[in-house]
């Protein structure tokens, strides 16, 4: 990471995009005089517009805009690309200012980040999804919630015996309970408090940025990390992708300042820790933030010019002690959690010792496929949406070179104690070791929280990389050619960047569809006309308690397959459970092929009481006359 002191990375010979440096804040606020821009910027700002129309372009022939719900509504789409134009515009003019080695801070530079913060900030409004999530995850999320306000802990308020929820991450359901207590399951005010900490994440990212940066690079990144499709996409998700950005950036930017300041910081270090907390309790891989700030300040310990004069001379070291107090009071809260987890049920720990090597191995790999195009690939975005209509581009010699360029970063973060490069490396492999799947899609998701900073090591790999060819071509006239190189290849994230919004568009003007429409009428249904201690399994229950409040149980799923024997389990299962009621529904496709023939072959024994009244896709059933059955 470049000192903010020089006069521009394209002429530092040392230590350039490696060593974090406090950001002495000088020449804030000194006027440029008048100055011509080089033949380069010309040739830089011509090609950086030649690429933006060929993006409009390509966007224009995507499926997404032409979507005809999307096209129906009439201003969205040139919005849009009104949105692209003038991000790209403020883009450009930071861009420029960096391969002109401008870095005295204007007024016209804090203009430029306020009009590129609310462009991009429309990103968000119009890909505001209204409707729930059908992953189950935000649902336990929102019954944590729940629990917390109405029991005071966390259990499961959707199953029979409430029992303690001894694994759930309690940083969202925290956040989520004050407004669950005010509005109850409101989900529009609820999704508004996530758009809220995603907004938030533009101060932050330039705030983190701009503690070793200059200002035009650390705006360039800011724009770069908050138009990124994953981040918009989960802005309206009741889901943890967001308020961990949120609390992992803080923490981040927190963890650099209390690592570069030149003395101990009460403020800074209670900052850190609140903040490790929050990510912690967050996602349990938000451990990987406390882990990197811990090895970056044993690295910086341990510098060969600290032992010098033997290892006694470290307790001269400024690090030493902040080592140790960020070391000692989390290790001793995280081991008392773990503790109490155990003694409640199971412990994160012990999950994580009963790691099975082969899911690990397969989960590197699709890590290794995925993370270069989670940063440079519209299709992986959109793929991972829409799945059933694209593919997961294949690992070819362009990506295999894009993930050796994050390689190198990484390599250099750890040479020269760079928190940032760590901290990835760290949590990504935490990602890999605790997803429990091989799934590029899953894995995909997991990863999406790390891409502001891996955005950034792709920044300082790329300079490394362009300044070093430079060197060897040694040519006065070659000097501006790897900033101009390395802010086209960043120009790539961005085009990447808008290709992706469309898709976020899509998936909020189409929304669930009628099928989940359906289940959660029925859902309304139950909670109106069954008794409270119904017990209803379905395909996906925790979605159905939130609208029902009925207790209940997943039907069937992946795992099964329907025969005849399965048909006498499924039977015996249901009796054994206390099952009163079941839903049928156009949800899931085992639904179909493993209850749909069970009720057929047995209609004396499910006596139907409502269909959806939307598209009747849906279906409540009362289970009679079970024990009966299966007694003769």
């Given amino acids: 990471m470049p000192n903010p002191r020089q006069k521009g990375w394209a002429k530092n010979k040392k230590r350039s995009g490696g060593s974090d440096r406090p950001n002495k804040k000088v020449n804030r606020t000194s006027k440029i005089k008048s100055q011509k821009f080089s033949l380069s910027s010309y040739l830089f700002a011509l090609t950086f517009l030649f690429l933006l129309l060929i993006s409009l372009f390509d966007i224009s022939k995507g499926s997404d805009f032409n979507n005809s719900r999307v096209q129906d509504i009439g201003w969205l789409i040139p919005l849009h690309y009104t949105i692209y134009v003038l991000v790209g515009i403020c883009f450009l003019y930071y861009a420029v200012k960096v391969v002109e080695s401008r870095f005295q801070i204007t007024s016209i530079d804090r203009i430029v980040l306020l009009a590129a913060f609310i462009c991009s900030t429309l990103l968000y409004v119009t890909s505001f999804k209204k409707e729930i999530s059908p992953n189950g995850d935000n649902a336990e999320y929102l019954i944590v919630a729940k629990s917390l306000v109405e029991k005071g802990a966390a259990y499961r308020l959707d199953v029979p015996g409430e029992p303690p929820n001894t694994l759930a991450s309690l940083g969202l359901p925290l956040m989520l309970s004050p407004l669950y207590a005010i509005w109850g399951y409101d989900f529009i005010k609820l999704k508004l408090f996530i758009v809220l900490l995603s907004v938030l994440l533009f101060p932050i990212l330039f705030f983190l940025f701009r503690s070793f940066l200059q200002f035009p690079e650390a705006a360039l990144l800011t724009i770069l990390g908050y138009t990124s499709p994953y981040l918009i996409g989960t802005s309206s998700l009741l889901m943890t992708e967001a308020p961990y950005l949120f609390w992992s950036m803080l923490g981040l930017a ?15 270090y209670l900052a850190v820790l609140f903040a490790f907390a929050m990510t912690y309790l967050t996602r349990a891989v938000g451990l990987g933030l406390f882990a990197a700030v811990i090895l970056t300040l044993f690295l ?10 033997g290892f006694l001379a470290l307790r001269d070291s400024p690090y030493l002690k902040k080592f140790v107090y960020m070391l000692l009071p989390p290790l001793l809260l995280l081991t008392l959690f773990q ?3 155990g003694a409640k049920g199971v412990s994160q720990f012990t999950v994580f010792l009963r790691l099975d090597n082969s899911e690990v191995l397969t989960s590197l790999d699709s890590a290794y496929r995925v993370i270069s195009q989670m940063i440079f690939s519209a299709t992986t975005f959109r793929w991972s949406n829409f799945s059933a209509l694209d593919v997961l581009p294949p690992m070819n010699i362009l990506w295999q070179v894009l993930f050796i360029v994050l390689l190198i970063a990484i390599l250099a973060s750890f040479w020269r104690k760079n928190l940032l490069g760590i901290y990835v490396l760290i949590t990504a492999l935490l990602i890999c070791l605790g997803s429990g799947t091989p799934a590029e899609m899953v894995i995909l998701r997991y990863l999406s929280v790390l891409c502001p900073v891996i955005i950034y090591l792709y920044y300082s790999g790329f300079k490394e990389i362009t300044k070093f060819i430079a060197a060897r071509i040694n040519r006065p006239q070659a000097r501006k050619l790897p900033v101009m190189i390395v802010m086209l290849l960043m120009s790539q994230i961005l085009f990447t960047n808008f290709k992706g919004a469309p898709t976020n568009v899509a998936l909020a ?4 569809g009628p099928n989940y429409a359906d289940y959660y009428d029925v859902a309304k249904w139950c909670s109106k006309n069954l008794p409270e201690d119904s017990y209803i399994f379905s395909t996906k229950p925790r979605l159905f ?8 149980a997943r039907i069937t799923g992946s795992y099964e397959e329907y025969d005849k024997e399965f048909e006498r389990k499924k039977l015996q299962q249901l009796r054994n459970a206390g099952a009163t009621h079941i839903v049928i529904d156009h949800i899931s496709a085992y639904t179909r092929l493993n209850i749909f023939p069970i009720v057929e072959n047995h209609p004396q024994l499910f006596t139907p009481l409502y269909v959806a009244g939307i598209s009747g896709t849906s279906s409540v059933l009362k289970i009679e006359n079970l024990d009966d059955y299966l007694s003769n």
């Fill in 339 to 341: 503790i109490y987890q």
């Fill in 254 to 268: 927190f963890a650099l300042r209390y690592i570069l300041n030149s003395g101990f910081s009460w403020k800074l």
């Fill in 545 to 552: 308690y939130l609208y029902s409040g009925k207790k209940g």
């Fill in 300 to 309: 910086r310990i341990s510098d060969r010019k600290q032992l010098q004069n």
């Fill in 509 to 512: 003007v189409i929304g669930n």
